[in-house]
């Protein structure tokens, strides 16, 4: 096997693409497809401020190289969310990261900002860990980017990620989730455009990227990630993947392409500003402040916290790196 480009030993072998290449071909070869995306769908603009949210795992801290590399204005945002260990090496790889690279990190502490994390809100909001959380994360993230000034947010979401999301919403049907879902969602009033330039890499090829490069990124899955849906829908794709190559990608771009602009022609959603924070909501009060509010009310009924203790929907921020 050998690189297409120069006859050499190849070392990422790229099944689906039908094509193999050596280490600097490889890298190269990854930004550059990483710029076509972005062009393609108009993600950026050249040179443009732009919000990455990094967890430390190696698909966000592999896009905030490359974005950095592709000449953004890319700044950091770590929300810890406080899970225990899992979370403190989280925060501690991000800041390695930004800090050798004289990078620009913000970081929101959950439980500092609004009292609990992540573990207490799986018990006080009643919703499980990874619903508590993903709200959490949508919001907190669109919030900064707005009151920071941040036209755009990327996220380092993969092809694997997104064709496990598609075949979730088929598997559970849901009109809005496959509308909604995309490599690009433009900005509305109180929301920030958010784009996944990595949408079309697999999430061997963003590793690939990442140990070529020498990214140092945490290796350990988040602990409430086990035995999550999304797991098992990318371990079924990933079985027809092994005997048809290529299979992901056509699976999602067919969707994106063919069928979701039939689905979208349909009435699109008002948005509405929530009574508590302002911030876009489809309800009177957004999902995220209604979690807050039943969270604060069992709260004070279990006496964690006192009866004055008020929920304020806006986050503090702090800069590091
Ligand atoms: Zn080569
Ligand atoms: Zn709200």
């Not at 592999?62 to 090496?89: F, K, M, N, P, T």
């Not at 707005?146 to 380092?156: I, L, P, Q």
């Not at 948005?271 to 069992?298: H, I, K, N, Q």
Request: charged letters at 25%; one cysteine or more.
């Amino acid at each position: 096997m050998v690189c297409k480009v120069c006859g050499e030993k190849a070392q990422v072998e790229l099944r689906a693409r039908g094509f193999a290449l050596c280490k600097a071909h490889y890298l190269d070869w990854f930004v550059k497809e990483t710029e076509r995306a972005i062009r393609r769908h108009r993600m950026l603009q050249p040179g443009e401020r732009v919000l990455v949210a990094v967890s430390g795992g190696k698909d966000s801290l592999a896009l905030w190289d490359v974005l950095h590399r592709l000449g953004y204005q890319a700044v950091g945002l770590h929300l810890q969310l406080g899970i225990g260990a899992y979370s403190e090496r989280s925060l501690e790889v991000t800041q390695a990261f930004a800090r050798e690279r004289g990078l620009e990190l913000l970081v929101v502490d959950l439980r500092q900002a609004y009292g609990f994390g992540v573990p207490e809100l799986a018990q006080l909001s009643g919703r499980v860990a990874c619903s508590a959380c993903g709200l959490s994360k949508r919001y907190v993230i669109n919030q900064v980017a707005v009151e920071g000034g941040f036209r755009v947010v990327a996220t380092g979401h993969n092809l694997d990620d997104e064709a496990a999301v598609l075949f979730g919403n088929l598997l559970n049907p849901q009109e809005d989730a496959l509308t909604r879902q995309g490599p690009v969602l433009p900005e509305r009033p109180g929301l920030a455009a958010r784009v996944k330039p990595f949408y079309r890499f697999s999430e061997r090829e963003v590793l690939s990227y990442t140990l070529l490069r020498g990214i140092r990124y945490l290796h350990e899955e988040c602990p409430n990630a086990k035995g999550a849906k999304s797991l098992l829908y990318k371990e079924a794709l990933n079985l027809v993947e092994r005997e048809m190559p290529g299979a992901k990608l056509r699976f999602l771009e067919g969707f994106l392409d063919r069928i979701q602009p039939r689905l979208q022609a349909a009435e699109e959603v008002q948005l509405r500003e929530c009574e508590r924070c302002g911030y876009p909501t489809t309800g009177a009060v957004c999902s995220f402040c209604r979690m807050w509010d039943a969270v604060y009310r069992r709260a004070k009924k279990r006496r964690l916290l006192p009866e004055e203790a008020e929920f304020h929907p806006l986050a503090p921020v702090a800069r590091l790196g």
